[in-house]
């Protein structure tokens, strides 16, 4: 197995929602990452969890929450958003610490639009 | 601040022209470099990726890019595009083998049949 799996794949939340989107990968990579993509945008970086331990977060607002439950699964919940949050949400996986020798696996997505 | 630059915002093709895309970027020690594409509606893909070794890379799809160290550069080329190459092109580079992708702006290409 070689994927990064996002689901869903699309999804519509209000403001007021509780929702969370999921990423599990098989790979035995120990490194994963949720990143933000707008239209015609390179992807940001959001969170970087390494050995299920959050090791980076480029300072997201709070209503993000990442959760690493186990090496194959990454979740990001999500409260009280913003339209201005609606993107495509990408979750990557890698080598830890090798991330430049390995390179990333990028899952699918999820695009998100917030009502 | 380390960056990446694609120089080139938009490119219009015709089918079968020759293709080159720049990329520079502004770090002086060890880099990894990658090309992604991402076509219209779809996610990331790894088009190719230099670690070490020959600096003439081959990946997917006849693309293939050239690192050349002293200009701080790794410019993506085709001989000959093809219509459905129509996509978003990323140039991305990771710095001393850390985590963290530095990304380009991207180069959005289109190729007119």
């Known amino acids: 197995d070689t994927e990064v799996t996002q689901t869903p794949k699309h999804l519509v939340m209000g403001m007021t929602n509780k929702k969370s989107l999921k990423c599990e990968q098989h790979?035995?990579?120990?490194?994963m990452y949720w990143y933000k993509q707008k239209a015609k945008k390179p992807p940001e970086l959001m969170f970087v969890?390494?050995?299920?331990?959050?090791?980076i977060n480029e300072s997201v607002p709070s209503r993000f929450s990442p959760e690493c439950p186990n090496s194959s699964l990454l979740n990001l919940h999500l409260h009280a958003l913003q339209p201005e949050d609606s993107a495509l949400y990408l979750c990557a996986s890698s080598q830890a610490g090798q991330g430049g020798n390995y390179g990333y696996t990028f899952g699918s997505g999820t695009r998100l639009t917030v009502v | 601040a380390q960056s990446v630059s694609q120089h080139n915002h938009h490119v219009i093709l015709s089918e079968a022209a020759s293709l080159e895309l720049g990329c520079n970027y502004s770090?002086?020690?060890?880099?990894?470099l990658f090309w992604y594409v991402q076509y219209p509606g779809q996610h990331l893909q790894l088009l190719l990726k230099?670690?070490?070794?020959d600096p003439l890379v081959k990946g997917i799809k006849g693309f293939e890019a050239e690192f050349i160290k002293s200009k701080f550069s790794f410019n993506l080329r085709k001989p000959s595009v093809q219509w459905s190459d129509t996509a978003e092109y990323f140039c991305?580079?990771?710095?001393?083998?850390?985590?963290?992708?530095?990304w380009g702006a991207g180069t959005k290409l289109i190729i007119k049949p």
């Open positions: 991305a580079v990771i710095l001393d083998s850390n985590y963290q992708l530095i």
């Open positions: 969890y390494s050995y299920e331990k959050l090791s």
């Open positions: 230099y670690f070490s070794g």
């Open positions: 790979m035995g990579h120990r490194a």
């Open positions: 770090y002086g020690g060890t880099v990894n």
